[in-house]
């Protein structure tokens, strides 16, 4: 498992609610950049802390490769400049009720910090250059004590219990490189797959607990195990 740090001012709602990450390929000028390159280094099981508006606003689950997409119509006007093809990645996202604020915590973290692609400066401001990149593993450490208890059950999870349901999301992949299938059934199944991790999501935003049990750690609830009571 590694762990990664996404900067999402401009697109953070439309990619949170969508369940996924989004960037070009290159610059605008047609460079390399590595942090868009990182998009295709991911893997499914790894973990990412999203920062927006200088707070730490939620912890995705990456649930697929990165893969070749055009650009979200629903970013609209944001990244205006950017090209319209460019790289995906599924993630399940967990929004935080402890939204951290890294700089007022830099005297823990700021000894974590890389010496290269670094997330923060040594005043603990974002740096603006930065998309997506890796987070060393003391820093994460730091990141979930300081987080506390959500990110403690999201990552331990993913160590204890839910790498078999998020390799098998992974089967995505293999959704797009079937020949059997035209492309839309491709597009519908891969909306299928996503909308399983969005509906999760968007559940914990007006639930905190099971209605039927009670139970409140989220390591024990699952999305997918609802069952729905229609009145006739």
Same mark, same amino acid.
């Given at each position: 498992? /590694?762990?990664? #740090?996404?900067?999402?001012?401009?697109?953070?709602?439309?990619?949170?609610?969508? @369940?996924?990450? #989004?960037?070009?390929?290159?610059?605008?000028?047609?460079?390399?950049?590595?942090?868009?390159?990182?998009?295709? /280094?991911?893997? &499914?099981?790894?973990?990412?802390?999203?920062?927006? %508006?200088?707070?730490?606003?939620?912890?995705?689950?990456?649930?697929?490769?990165?893969?070749?997409?055009?650009?979200?119509?629903?970013?609209?006007?944001?990244?205006?400049?950017? *090209?319209? =093809?460019? #790289?995906?990645?599924?993630? %399940?996202?967990?929004?935080?009720?402890? /939204?951290?604020?890294?700089?007022?915590?830099?005297?823990?973290?700021?000894?974590?910090?890389?010496?290269?692609?670094?997330?923060?400066? +040594?005043?603990?401001?974002?740096?603006?250059?930065?998309?997506?990149?890796?987070?060393?593993?003391?820093?994460?450490?730091?990141?979930?004590?300081?987080? @506390? /208890? !959500?990110? =403690?059950?999201?990552?331990?999870?993913?160590?204890? $219990?839910?790498?078999? +349901?998020?390799?098998?999301?992974?089967? !995505?992949? @293999?959704?797009?490189?079937?020949?059997?299938? *035209? $492309?839309? +059934?491709? !597009?519908?199944?891969?909306?299928?797959?996503?909308?399983?991790? &969005?509906?999760?999501?968007?559940?914990?935003?007006? +639930?905190?607990?099971?209605?039927?049990?009670?139970?409140?750690?989220?390591? $024990?609830?699952?999305?997918? $195990?609802?069952?729905?009571?229609?009145?006739?």
């Amino acid at each position: 498992m /590694k762990f990664w #740090w996404v900067n999402q001012n401009q697109t953070y709602r439309h990619e949170v609610d969508g @369940g996924y990450l #989004w960037s070009p390929k290159t610059n605008s000028n047609g460079n390399i950049n590595p942090f868009y390159d990182n998009m295709t /280094k991911v893997a &499914v099981g790894d973990i990412v802390f999203s920062f927006k %508006d200088t707070l730490i606003q939620t912890i995705g689950i990456i649930t697929s490769e990165g893969y070749s997409h055009k650009k979200p119509s629903v970013f609209g006007a944001k990244g205006e400049n950017w *090209d319209n =093809q460019g #790289w995906c990645v599924g993630v %399940d996202y967990h929004e935080l009720s402890n /939204k951290i604020r890294p700089k007022d915590f830099m005297d823990k973290l700021g000894v974590t910090l890389p010496q290269k692609y670094s997330l923060l400066q +040594e005043n603990g401001n974002g740096n603006q250059g930065v998309y997506l990149t890796l987070v060393p593993k003391p820093m994460a450490d730091v990141l979930s004590e300081l987080i @506390g /208890k !959500e990110a =403690q059950v999201i990552i331990n999870n993913i160590r204890y $219990h839910d790498v078999s +349901e998020i390799k098998d999301i992974s089967i !995505e992949g @293999g959704i797009k490189q079937n020949t059997g299938l *035209d $492309h839309t +059934e491709k !597009e519908q199944l891969v909306k299928s797959r996503r909308g399983q991790g &969005v509906f999760r999501t968007n559940l914990e935003r007006i +639930e905190n607990a099971c209605r039927i049990t009670g139970v409140t750690a989220k390591e $024990h609830l699952r999305a997918s $195990h609802i069952k729905m009571r229609i009145k006739s």
